[in-house]
């Protein structure tokens, strides 16, 4: 299970990492012209901060890093780890991120879909669509 | 641009491209390679054979020049690999995807969202999570308590190790 809720950190991590790939770029565009070895410099960073997204999202999202983390500071009875993963309880916290992020509104007690939310979704329908995943978990 | 690339590297761009005209012709189509560990493969076996026969190129020509081809490919690959294998995985969604899908299906029925579904699956998946970590021998049930074994613990502190780089203020 992911997170799109992680795209918060993601932005934060680019406001740093986009402006120092721009300077990355000038510096060695300067140094060695459009050549494979600028390119080759460039590519390394990019990679570099793709590696550094990609083992952000994976500790802070999967499930599977979170039982063993909790897990290290201890056995715990299995019927507590489950009451702990508890998936109404999980719910109710996205639902609740996902008000807090402006993807979903309450009107009226009733909840509802906000514009942001509606982009979400018809960007990772598209994205679905794309790589052949089928419908949403229906 | 005065970017003259040597021709193992234009082959190897060529590489990339057709890799993933393979996907989106064969591979979405093909229920038996849509699981995470298959697309994972997909990428990981070519991008090493890949990469290694650009670096033995390299080696042979032992020329900056090829050098900088042969890392050039490296970071083309790892960019490349590591963009789709996060799309694929956010294509996926999750419950925070499929949240926003049952509110907006019950919203345009004229109904509350039905969670329960969502709860059921989220429960199946809490349970396959910890059976593949103890058949992963990372996790065993000893007295009905889970517990890490020596294996897990070696994870667990890794992991550790990079959660609190990744994220020292444990923002999230």
């Not at chain 1, 990609?54 to 299995?78: D, H, K, M, N």
């Not at chain 2, 699981?35 to 650009?54: D, K, N, Q, Y």
Request: aromatic share 8%; charged share 20%; with cysteine.
């Amino acid at each position: 299970m992911r997170m799109p809720m992680q795209l918060d950190s993601v932005r934060r991590f680019l406001a740093v990492g986009v402006p120092v790939g721009a300077g990355v770029v000038v510096f060695l565009l300067a140094q060695h012209g459009a050549t494979t070895r600028a390119f080759a410099g460039i590519a390394v960073y990019a990679f570099l901060c793709e590696l550094y997204l990609f083992l952000f999202t994976l500790v802070l999202s999967s499930i599977s890093v979170a039982t063993l983390l909790r897990l290290s500071r201890g056995p715990v009875p299995a019927a507590d780890l489950m009451r702990e993963l508890e998936p109404r309880e999980m719910v109710r916290l996205r639902v609740e991120r996902l008000v807090g992020a402006g993807c979903l509104v309450r009107e009226g007690g009733r909840l509802a879909v906000a514009r942001r939310g509606r982009r979400m979704l018809g960007a990772f329908g598209r994205l679905r669509r794309l790589f052949g995943h089928g419908p949403y978990s229906r | 641009m005065n970017l003259a690339l040597p021709m193992e590297l234009q082959l190897f761009l060529a590489y990339l491209a057709a890799h993933l005209a393979v996907y989106l012709l064969l591979v979405a189509s093909t229920n038996g390679l849509r699981s995470e560990r298959a697309i994972f493969l997909f990428h990981l076996l070519p991008a090493l054979v890949s990469c290694g026969t650009m670096a033995a190129w390299a080696g042979l020509q032992q020329d900056a020049g090829a050098l900088a081809a042969a890392v050039l490919a490296a970071g083309l690959q790892g960019v490349y690999s590591l963009s789709f294998l996060e799309a694929w995985s956010l294509a996926q969604g999750g419950y925070s995807l499929s949240i926003l899908a049952e509110v907006e299906e019950a919203h345009r029925a004229g109904g509350d969202p039905d969670f329960s579904r969502l709860e059921r699956i989220g429960s199946e998946k809490q349970h396959a999570r910890i059976r593949a970590l103890q058949r992963q021998g990372l996790v065993r049930l000893e007295s009905g308590r889970y517990l890490l074994t020596r294996r897990g613990r070696n994870a667990a502190a890794a992991l550790g190790m990079l959660r609190s780089w990744v994220d020292p203020a444990g923002r999230g």
